[in-house]
């Protein structure tokens, strides 16, 4: 119950007011269609620097829980998911706003978010301590292939393709080896003056998500969007809460899967919605209602989206692996901060630690609150024209690159990596694997370093790193996520190919 | 050939390249030491670059949609127009006022509203100096950043 003692620094002024500003942001980034909760979280990034590491860490993580809660205002009035982790809430949502119950959907809503975000934030809790005293047991070799699993994991899970997830992986472990050598001072890959100092992890966080979102945006041209707001009419709060009182399985449905989805590192939000929505209507006695407006459909995957957040931090702050695309910029976050995740986080940072993830503990409710009173108003700044919102992000990530370090290199490097991420994208590369790769590299890389000193001085090179339970258990982790996915397409392929030989006969 | 093939194709030649790069930068550069950790990564990178360019030459790889020449012409203003803002403007002209003048021509050039109406040019210039004044006090104000001052701000 250690958590307990630092619950006062989440009250104090600063940090109570950055809760609130991250909490009501996010709620309106999340809401805006094409901002999802990663680049908001990268955008957000250079303003923590002015801050103390938990204050920064407060922002952020109210950012994270409220961005991925917001995107279903879009999802409900407008049918737009504002965050990938929305679509199975635009299925029965929207139909319900469509049917005169938009008030209806957004408390369900909210209220299945908060008491999902609830447990998985008590999961975060009462979970990481004890993986943390678990990891006391890793030595160099082990974090190395701790780090070479979660950018493979994040390769072949986050990606279409397994063999351009694991490509953009290595292109992450390359250009976080850009810049100077730390033992041996070494110049290595450096073409360009702006890249003496390395890759700047804002600034490429920056780049990678928000530019080619905006790139994204241009390419639809000047065209006219007529997004249609459906009325929201006024609904008791209480009759919301019976309803939710009276939901019990499609609620534990979600919040189980979300939280189950969030520890796996790498497979995120959008895979908990549509899992728990596709198990609620398995075990849903009124199955042929979902998709008709049906309540259970929204609480079954607002609940699991959000019980996701929580548990995407367990293998983050014990062992560096991000459960989640947006826990992987977080994880940029922390380090930057000079906060390193893993077995002595609780000893030697307990304050900061403890008081942001009871800060994420207040922000589920400050989410929920805010959540039913500023929908409306959400999504009519969701509503924002589309050339605003690319001319503001642009702005922004010049903005927010420079101020790194007030220095014009990291905004060349943040539109050089935009331009190119924006390139990969369209032939089905993923970012999420190439930022893992580069903040994990320098992680990666010092413990192979060190531990091929170790085994040098015990005369065991190869036995250090592939010898022992622990290391074997890892590579086979590394192999079998490389192999799950490699299945995983094979049969993807298999079916779309059948179902294109289908269709041929057909004609 | 189509198009998205060749696409595919010649994507996977220029990721290959890149790969084959950091190989032999990585093997040939002293000190041996400081290189030991690319030579481990470039070898996974260039196994997958070779697997990825076999399946692109086959016809086998088919992710993504490519880059069409409608999408090409519908960007290619706002991205020359991002270059210019960031490699030559921001220093030049001063964060400020560059960040202005992008914000008001990246707005005015996808604005579907006609570009001849002037109640329409008074709304885009309003925009970008209510967002700029709100960048201004984030940034300038606030956290204190220090911009590169140019011909006019």
Known sequence: ?507 | MTAGRAQHLILSAIILLTALTVGWLSFTREPAAAFLFPRLISIAFILLAVWNFVRAALGLAKTGGGIDRTTLVNLLPGVVVMAIYILLGARNLGFYAASTITFLVLYSIYDPAPLTSVRDWLKRVAISLAFMAIIYILFALTLQVQTPRGILM
């Open chain 1, 1 to 507: 119950m250690e958590f307990l003692a630092y619950f006062g620094g989440v009250f104090e002024p600063v940090a109570f007011m950055l809760l609130l500003c991250g909490t009501i942001g996010g709620l309106i980034l999340g809401a805006t269609p094409g901002l999802s909760p990663t680049m908001a979280v990268a955008l957000l990034i250079p303003f923590t620097f002015h801050l103390t590491p938990v204050h920064g860490l407060i922002l952020l993580g109210a950012a994270y829980t409220s961005t991925v809660a917001g995107g279903a205002v879009s999802a409900i009035l407008l049918k737009i998911p504002g965050a990938p982790a929305n679509i199975a809430t635009a299925l029965d949502g929207h139909e319900m706003a469509r049917q005169g119950n938009g008030a209806r959907a957004l408390h369900l809503s909210f209220l299945s978010s908060g008491a999902g975000g609830i447990i998985g934030v008590l999961l975060l809790i009462f979970l990481t301590p004890l993986l943390a005293k678990w990891a006391l047991a890793f030595g160099p070799s082990h974090l190395f292939w701790l780090a070479i699993l979660g950018v493979t994991i994040i390769g072949s899970l986050d990606s279409k393709s397994f063999v351009k997830g694991l490509l953009s992986g290595c292109l992450g472990l390359w250009l976080a080896m850009i810049g100077y050598d730390d033992i041996q001072g070494a110049q290595r890959f450096i073409f360009h003056s702006s890249l003496t100092g390395g890759i700047n992890i804002v600034a490429a966080l920056i780049g990678l998500f928000a530019i080619p979102q905006v790139i994204n945006m241009l390419a639809k041209g000047r065209k006219e969007t007529n997004l249609i707001t459906l009325a929201v009419n006024h609904q008791s709060l209480a009759a919301s809460f019976r309803e939710i009182g009276s939901n019990p399985r499609a609620l534990s449905i979600g919040t189980i899967i979300g939280s189950i989805v969030g520890l796996i590192p790498g497979v995120g939000g959008q895979i908990a919605g549509l899992l728990a929505y596709d198990q609620a209507q398995k075990f849903s006695p009124h199955k042929d209602k979902f998709g008709t407006g049906h309540p259970e459909g929204v609480i079954a995957a607002e609940s699991a989206n959000n019980a996701m957040v929580g548990p995407s931090l367990v293998p983050l702050l014990t062992l560096s692996i991000p459960g989640s695309p947006t826990a992987a910029v977080l994880l940029g976050g922390l380090l930057i901060h000079g906060i390193f995740p893993g077995s002595d986080l609780f000893d030697r940072h307990p304050d900061v630690i403890w008081t942001f993830i009871n800060s994420m503990l207040v922000g589920q409710i400050l989410m929920v609150v805010f959540g039913i009173y500023t929908a409306v108003w959400a999504a009519r700044i969701a509503k924002a024209p589309v050339p605003v919102m690319a001319a503001a992000i642009t702005v922004l990530a010049v903005f927010g690159s420079y101020s790194v370090s007030q220095s014009m290199g990291n905004v060349y490097v943040m539109f050089v990596l935009g331009i190119g991420m924006w390139v990969l994208e369209r032939f089905g590369f993923s970012a999420a694997p190439l930022v893992l790769g580069l903040i994990l590299g320098p992680i990666a890389e010092a413990n192979f370093i060190q531990g091929s000193m170790i085994a040098t001085a015990q005369g065991t090179q190869w036995s250090y790193f592939l010898g022992g339970p622990l290391n074997l258990l890892l590579i086979f982790l590394v192999l079998a996520s490389i192999g799950y996915s490699f299945r995983a397409n094979m049969l993807d392929r298999r079916r779309r190919s059948a179902s294109t030989d289908d269709r041929s006969d057909a004609t």
